[in-house]
């Protein structure tokens, strides 16, 4: 799966010469938390909703309406936006976007085609894909359990569940307590818990979790 398969699109970009207030109105109205600094079509910065309220006076302060109204229209987005931007082309795996994204602790990235932006790929996306991949909206019997690293061995767990009439929906491969062991999770439908336990019990590994949910 690629970026551009899962990114929001299509995207909403604001002009650097906006003013704030504006630029957090349209954030609020549109739900969202950033945008696309864009300016004759190329990429040269974004904003968050925190840089916009950051940027505004605070509600200590002893000027007056007429006052806050002026100083407010007199900021724009270019004065509090990220000028360093970080963006992944629309080609890219998505779990490369969600590493870069976790790496340097950003929300979101603008996504290209070449030089253009085409969308943003946020941590709310990889939130909806990561339920697609657990399988979150479907019932089943969910099972976790902890594995040897070897050859094979998810091969014949998996066959063990066809042959019993079980249908996938879900399956996820994650670190161990070591190197040499894998935690697997995974979710099937049209067998039982009861089944899917004697699996579990006749393959030797350690259970760690089975509900059904």
């Known amino acids: 799966m690629l970026v ?3 990114m929001s699109k299509p995207v909403i970009t604001v002009p650097p010469e906006m003013p704030i207030i504006e630029a957090l109105n349209m954030m609020k109205k549109d739900h969202i938390r ?3 600094v864009v300016h004759n079509g190329k990429l040269i910065g974004i904003v968050s909703d925190k840089d916009l309220l950051n940027a505004s006076p605070s509600q200590a302060t002893s000027l007056s309406v007429w006052e806050l109204n002026y100083l407010l229209s007199k900021i724009t987005v270019k004065d509090v ?3 360093k931007v970080l963006t992944i082309q629309e080609t890219t795996p998505i779990e490369e976007a969600a590493r870069v994204l976790a ?4 929300g979101g990235m603008p996504v290209m085609r070449g030089d253009k ?3 943003m790929i946020t941590e709310t996306d990889l939130f909806k894909m990561f339920l697609e ?3 979150a909206r479907e019932k089943g019997v969910r099972v976790t359990f902890l594995i040897e690293e070897k050859p094979g061995q998810l091969a014949a767990i998996s066959k063990a569940v066809a042959d019993l009439g079980g249908n ?3 399956f996820g ?3 161990g307590d070591d190197p040499s062991s894998r935690l697997i999770t995974f979710k099937v439908q049209d067998i039982t818990e009861v089944q899917v336990r004697q699996i579990v019990e006749t393959f030797g590994i350690k259970l760690v979790d089975l509900r059904v949910i």
């Open 4 to 6: 551009g398969d899962r």
């Open 34 to 36: 950033r945008a696309p």
């Open 81 to 83: 936006m990220t000028k």
């Open 103 to 106: 790496d340097n602790k950003i």
């Open 117 to 119: 932006v085409v969308g």
């Open 133 to 135: 991949l657990m399988g």
């Open 168 to 170: 996938f929906v879900a």
């Open 173 to 175: 491969q994650f670190a």
